[in-house]
């Protein structure tokens, strides 16, 4: 478990939440608590507000004012791999479905002290330079792997692209 600096904002800010599993693995290493997160999917929403009842959900990301949203110490965002994925129509970041400008704004604003992304193993094809461009303009030193289900023990392969970015102020 990494050791925290109690003198930061605490907390996870969450978003593109889906059913929270991004968030249960960074609570896994970070030993941190939700504090929001944003859906706007009638499915996930009611996942999780049955698990986290009194963490607001913002709502959609692309509306949020991020001056009003209170600091957290760690930001996730599983966002959408359509515009990514081998098996969509690979549009990168012309589809319609990229979120990340938005992250980046909203990062750009909280400044977190970390910072976990998840994604579909095509990203780093299609859009991952300009993750990569933003993130380390924003001062955030980082790293990327990916990882198959299977390692995890599931039955099927999955490839997942994960990175923990640190804000190196
Ligand atoms: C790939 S899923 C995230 C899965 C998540 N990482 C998890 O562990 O469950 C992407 C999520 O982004 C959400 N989403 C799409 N557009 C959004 C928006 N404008 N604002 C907030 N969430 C959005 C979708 O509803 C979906 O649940």
Known sequence: MIELDLS?????GSLCTGYGGLDLAAISVFGDKLKWWSDIDPGPIKVMSHHHPDVPNLGDLREV????????????????????SNAG?????????HLWPWISDALGVL???YVVLENVAGHLRRGF?????????????????????SEAGAPHLRKRLFVVAENTD
Request: charged fraction near 30%; hydrophobic fraction near 35%; include cysteine.
């Open 65 to 84: 004012d991020w001056t009003k949203v209170p600091k957290v110490r760690i930001v996730t965002a599983g966002y959408p791999c359509q515009p990514f």
């Open 89 to 97: 129509k690979r549009l990168g970041t012309e589809d319609p479905r």
């Open 8 to 12: 930061e904002p605490e907390g996870i």
């Open 111 to 113: 400044r977190p002290r």
């Open 129 to 149: 330079d300009v993750v990569s461009a933003d993130l380390s303009a924003m001062g955030y030193r980082f790293a990327w792997g990916v990882v198959s289900a």
